[in-house]
Each structure stands twice: as C-alpha cells, then as structure tokens.
C-alpha cells in the first residue's frame, strides 16, 4: 500500500533531522602545536584542549619542542599540515618567520588560531592571549608594594624581539619609572628559556648591586634560577621576587616566602577556548565574521593572603590533567 502524503513527510522530515544530528556528530580533525611541551603552562593548556575537544567531538593531535625555538618548531609544523587537518592552533615562537605559512593555510580554507603569543601581522583568524603589557603593569603595582619605590630592581626578559615578552617588560619597566621615579631600574637581562643564565644574571646583579631591591621576570623558566640565586645569596624576604605564571614549584615558594607575587595566565582557558571556537567554525556553527581577532584574557595576581582562596587556586598550572 502507498504511504500517505502525511506519513511521507513525517519521515522525510525524521530523515533530515537524523542526518543533521549524524553529521554534526561527525569528528573534526584539528593539529595543536604548542610553543612548548614538557612544562606546566603548556600541560595546563593541553588540558583544557583536551576537555574541549571530548566536549565538541574532535580529534585533536598535540606535538610540539622541548624549547621555545622556531628552529625547532618547525618540523611539528610541517608534520601537522601534511597530515591536512581542517583546523589549526599554533602557539608561535618567532611572530615574523610563521607569518607567510599561516597566510597560506587560511588561504587555502584551513582556519588557524594562535595562542599564548600573537604573530606580527594578524593574519590568523584569532589570537587568544593574555593582555601581557597590562600583567606588567600590574607586575609594577605588587613591586612597589611589597619593596618599596626606592633602590634598584631588574626586569628579566626572554630575548628581543618576542611581542608578548617584550610587552610584559615594557609594561613594568614604564610603568615602574613612572610611578616610582626614585628607583633605578638595571639593564634588562635576558636569558632566553635558561634557567642557570637567569640564576646566573640575578647573582651577578646581587653582587653588584648592594641596594637591589626587587626581581621581575616574564617566564617561569627564568622565574626559577632567579629564585635559586636569591636563595644561594641567603636574601629570601629582602630582594622582593614577582614573576610571571604558576608552575607548582613556584605557588609552593610563594607559600614559602621566596616569591613576594605571581602574576597568573589561563593557559587552560586558552586551549579550551581555541579548539571550541575552531570546531564551531569548521561546522559553520560560529560565522566566520563573527570571530574577533583579539580575544585577551585577564590574568590572576596571587600572593600569600589570596593563594588559599579557591577561586584563586583554580588558576594554577599543573602537569597532569587528573
């Protein structure tokens, strides 16, 4: 017997629904390239990506150096678009040297979204990052307030060069001067991601700088032979320590008093957001132009009073995501 008109559509329609849940089902395939891999910052990001991708059904790839090195980057980069995936996240170390590569993916109709640091030209489409020249800024304000604003102090950069490094010093260093024009802040050292160059500079400046006040620094690699110097020199408690991020060995020292504040990223926000969003974009869920380009997420200070505050804890960074 012929089915009904009624009853045909019904199914017709059964059908479509069916297919529509089917293929919005369907994995995605997105490749995640880390600046780094093997510290916490970096494992807390992988975290939340992870958590987004069960969330969003995509099937996510992680692979990146042992080092903050284009050079060495790049091979990872390579590996992960030869594999052709439908979307991108990349964490760049050198903004200027991955410009041409990314601008080729997004024409070839591959979406790419950075992470941690931007890129010199907005090419990608979107950077998720923090607002580094106002973690700085705020850098400045817990300094002064735990060492004062007179003596000398020493900002601790990564290399020239790195706009969001560099960012983080600008904004302490201009907004410490500033503030505070009776302090004297010494020649920016730059250890690149050295632990024993940081711990190395930081005794060198203790030796020659009887009045030396306070460290600053942007990395949590430099952030510790920073801290191992100013412990070896027995100056815990009178050279004031503030630092970028919040590895479990740093949060541990700030409990112990070898850190005076820490200025705190989301990483696990970044990963988390970067892989909702690309998946959304792959699916035409989210409009393309509907995405800004900057998406800056605010950061934590945390000292000894907040540390124990639940909603301050949760932003530390870890190295499992048990």
Known sequence: MPASPRITAVALLFLALSAGSALARDKVEIAFLP????????STMQ?????AAAEFDVTMSWAGPADWDVALQQPFIDAAVQLKPQGIVLAPTDGGALITQVQELEAKGTP????DAPLNEPVETQNIQSNHRLGGEAAAGAMAEVAGDEGSFLAIGMRPGLPDIDARVEGFVETFKRAHPKA???PIA???????????????????TPDLKGVYVTHSAAATG???????AGKRGDIKLVSFDADPQQVNDLRDGVYDALIVQQPYQMGYDAIRTLAGLIRKEIPRASVEHDHFLPFVVVTQRNMDDPAVARS??????N
Do not use: M, R
């Open 184 to 186: 004297k802040l010494l």
């Open 316 to 321: 530390f960074y870890t190295t499992t995501c």
């Open 112 to 115: 790419v979204i950075t992470v």
């Open 47 to 51: 975290c939340g990506a992870q958590k």
């Open 35 to 42: 600046g780094q891999v093997g510290i916490p910052f970096y």
């Open 226 to 232: 920073a801290a191992a110097a100013i412990l070896e």
């Open 190 to 208: 730059y250890p690149e991601t050295s632990s024993t160059k940081a711990a190395q500079q930081v005794a060198a400046a203790i030796q020659s």
